[in-house]
């Protein structure tokens, strides 16, 4: 383990490794017509499945490793769609006229976050982020402006790769109804008077109420690594 690095980090360090060595293995397999290539990708997919089951083992996670390459082998595509992107999800920070923000409560966790979900095909990601809004919450929205395009492998709640769209959005009808199957709860909430557990408030929490407050930011994004990879000099 290098020096200065913590169990933690080596351990998300492992996940990182494993999913990057997976997905090159998965877009060559997409690409190659050879033999001996697919032979050689899908034994790199055995070997990232073994350090994902290192890092599974460390996280006291169950998971056979078969069951990684499995899962990696069903959704090699062919040519372009078999080019392995991490996935791209949206959220939405969402204010009333009083400054609250709106969130909701996970059914399965029971944690409480701003509203997100998977983007679809046939939507902008603005478009993504309203229709989640309404669809979990029964509030309708507009856009004011992004505030965030962060890596959620890289911000730790992720064990894929996940980048997040984070828009800020304005209140502008319906009414408090939450998704019965996708929402435990909703409400408006103060930034003193947060619901617990509120997942990751600490990191979008001052952006978001910034926000809320008729600040314009920049977009947040992590700063590249120096070296991105460890191998590579600085």
């Known amino acids: ?12 360090d492992l996940v990182r490794w494993s999913e990057t060595l997976a997905a090159i293995a998965r877009t060559g397999l997409g690409f190659t017509q050879s033999l001996y290539e697919r ?12 350090i994902k089951a290192a890092a599974d083992e460390v996280l006291e996670v169950e998971r056979e490793k078969d069951h990684f390459v499995q899962e990696w082998m069903e959704s090699v595509g062919e040519g372009v769609p078999g080019y392995v992107t991490p996935k791209v999800a949206v ?15 996970r059914p399965d966790s029971g944690i409480w976050l ?5 983007a679809d095909v046939g939507y902008s990601p603005a478009e993504v982020a309203l229709k989640e809004v309404l669809e979990e919450t029964g509030i309708e929205c507009v856009p004011e402006q992004v505030i965030a395009v962060i890596d959620g ?10 980048y997040m769209i984070l828009f800020h959005c304005r209140a502008v009808g319906g ?24 997942a990751g408030a600490s990191w979008w929490g001052p952006m978001a109420f910034a926000a809320l407050r008729g600040e314009r930011l920049a977009a947040a994004f992590e700063p590249p690594r120096a070296p991105i990879w460890r191998g590579n000099p600085e």
């Open 175 to 198: 009414s408090l109804q939450g998704h019965p199957l996708e929402t435990a709860g909703v409400g408006f909430f103060h930034e003193v008077d947060l619901p617990w557990p509120t």
């Open 91 to 105: 959220g939405a920070i969402v204010g009333d006229d009083e400054g609250r923000i709106l969130l909701v409560k």
């Open 153 to 162: 492998q890289r911000m730790g709640f992720t064990r894929f790769g996940m």
């Open 39 to 50: 032979e050689r990708y899908e034994e790199v997919l055995h070997v990232a499945a073994d």
């Open 1 to 12: 383990m290098s020096e200065g690095v913590g169990p933690e980090q080596f351990t998300r």
């Open 114 to 118: 701003y509203p997100t979900g998977w």
